[in-house]
């Protein structure tokens, strides 16, 4: 099992920057594949992207469409480790923000496919 904490939140205005970090507990974070969500107020949860990994080893990022110019994920497996870089933030993207995580390596882009989350980070894009 991997336990989730996210962290970084918080108030920017609109046009500003904020990383969010979320931190696994457990031994085998490196094979886990990760991925970002977020819910706004009244709407249904939202992948934002992830980061999977493949049989050589190598970390792939993927996105939705429309995010990835402004989104950035990494992650850090001495750390144990995932981040979501946000940038040119916007209003829209006010919302709870919460990292997943998968014991697999597909891409996974729908909430039901990750087994263990984090409690959520709150970002609010001011205008």
């Known amino acids: 099992q991997v336990q989730l904490v996210e962290s970084g939140g918080g108030l920017a205005q609109a046009g500003g920057s904020l990383r969010l970090s979320c931190a696994a507990s457990?031994?085998?974070?490196?094979?886990?594949?990760m991925g970002w969500f977020r819910q706004a107020p009244g709407k249904e949860r939202e992948f934002v992207g992830g980061?999977?990994?493949?049989?050589?080893?190598?970390?792939?990022?993927y996105y939705t469409d429309s995010l990835k110019p402004r989104f950035t994920i990494s992650r850090d497996n001495a750390k144990n480790t995932v981040y979501l870089q946000m940038n040119s933030l916007k209003p829209e993207d006010t919302a709870v923000y919460y990292c997943?995580?998968?014991?697999?390596?597909?891409?996974?882009?729908?909430?039901?496919?990750?087994?263990?989350w984090g409690q959520g980070t709150q970002v609010t894009v001011s205008s």
């Open positions: 980061i999977r990994w493949s049989d050589d080893r190598t970390y792939y990022t």
């Open positions: 457990g031994r085998t974070f490196s094979s886990y594949g």
């Open positions: 997943a995580a998968v014991r697999s390596g597909g891409h996974y882009y729908t909430a039901a496919d990750y087994a263990y």
